[in-house]
């Protein structure tokens, strides 16, 4: 009975430290998508190789394009992706 009183004692608290981190952890990477599509020119012309700014933004998000994918947005945009990548280095 001990041995039950003291699983469920380790339940209960696991559950709520699990609660508790949840709500403070950060976004997960669809925030990035979005905020990483939000800086993309818009302007669907497909000279990064992808067909549009979605598909552009979700590759940099899983780190599968160079910051310095998007030839409209230049180097303003390489730098603005870049200082999402490393919020220290702004």
Do not use: K
Request: glycine share 8%; proline share 10%; net charge negative.
């Amino acid at each position: 009975l001990t041995a039950v009183a003291l699983f469920a004692a380790i339940a209960l608290i696991a559950g709520i430290v699990l609660a508790y981190t949840t709500d403070r952890l950060p976004a997960p990477d669809d925030d990035l998508v979005e905020r990483i599509d939000e800086l993309l020119p818009q302007t669907q012309c497909a000279q990064c190789g992808y067909p549009g700014c979605g598909p552009a933004a979700t590759a940099l998000a899983a780190g599968q394009a160079p910051v310095t994918l998007c030839p409209p947005g230049g180097r303003a945009l390489a730098e603005a992706l870049f200082g999402l990548y490393n919020p220290l280095s702004n």
